[in-house]
Structures are given as C-alpha cells and as structure tokens.
C-alpha cells in the first residue's frame, strides 16, 4: 500500500523559490506559494532521465508486488486452494515470497538512485534554488522496506 501511495504522490522532489514552492512528482507537478496548481506532465520525452527511469521501475514493482499478492494467496495454509497438494503449495508461498523481495528490493534500489540524483543536482546548482527529495520518498522506502521483510516471512519454510 505504501508503494502504491509514492508512486501517486507528488511530493517526490521540492524546490523552493523564496516563498513559491515547486513539488515534482513521477506524474505531475504542482507549484505555488499560497495557492498551488497542479499540472499532469504533458510528454514522457520531456521529462528527466531520472523521472522516467524512477517511474518505470516503480510500475514494475508495483505489477511484481501484485502478482506475488495472488500467488501467495494461492500458497497461504488458511486458504483452500491447493490443500491436496501441501508440497506444492508450500513452494507456491515461497515463490510469492521471492516476488515481494524482488519487488520491495527494486523500490528501493530505484528510490535510492532518484536521492542520489536529486543531491547531485543539489551540489551542481545555485544556492538560491534548493532542491530536496520530498516526503513521496520516504513512504517508497518505507514501502520497500516493508515489502522486503514480508517476503522473508514468506519465503522462510514452514
């Protein structure tokens, strides 16, 4: 849920102006100082390399998440599903459990890589602009975190 939450939020990467604040998110960006707007970002080809590459990687997993989702649901004890078959089912779990580690591994690896980005334009710019990553990155890390940790859970065997 908190992967899902950072992929729509805004608030990915903040840069203040004085009093006029700009927030950029993976797809759309809001600007103002005491009324803000917001605008969807009109081409993917005119978009940073780090947005593009950050929102693709978050859609795929996204995707992996949901899919180990069904497949773990599938492997769980508590449901009927595949309950002549207890091998099989064990190892459907697991699979489940690998495709939450994958998935809460490549948010976090993305995310991180998006932070590196956003401090090595903070370095390279004017000290009048401050650019900073926003809170869209620490629900994506809190969220890859918490995807990492109940893949472990549900790939240990029972």
């Given amino acids: 849920a908190a992967t899902v939450a950072a992929i729509f939020m805004v608030e990915w990467k903040k840069e ?6 700009i927030y950029e998110g993976l797809w759309m960006t809001c600007s103002g100082s005491e009324r803000t ?3 969807s970002h009109k ?7 780090e947005v593009q ?21 599938v492997g769980m004890k ?6 002549s ?18 998935s809460g591994f490549l948010t976090i690896i993305i995310t991180s890589w998006y932070v590196s980005k ?6 390279n710019s004017h000290r009048l602009q401050t650019r900073e990553f926003g809170n869209a990155v620490f629900v994506s890390l809190g ?10 859970f549900l790939s240990c065997r029972r």
């Fill in 78 to 83: 508590c449901t009927r599903l595949m309950d």
């Fill in 16 to 21: 203040a102006q004085g009093k006029h604040r």
């Fill in 37 to 39: 707007t917001c605008e």
């Fill in 53 to 73: 590459v950050t929102r693709s990687v978050m859609v795929v997993s996204l995707f992996l998440s949901a899919v180990a989702l069904i497949v773990s649901t």
């Fill in 85 to 102: 078959m207890p091998e099989s089912k064990a190892k459907v779990a697991v699979t489940g459990g690998m495709l939450f580690l994958i």
């Fill in 143 to 152: 969220g890859g975190f918490f995807s990492v940790v109940g893949g472990a």
């Fill in 43 to 49: 081409s993917v080809l005119k978009l940073p390399g």
């Fill in 118 to 123: 956003i401090v090595e334009i903070y370095h």
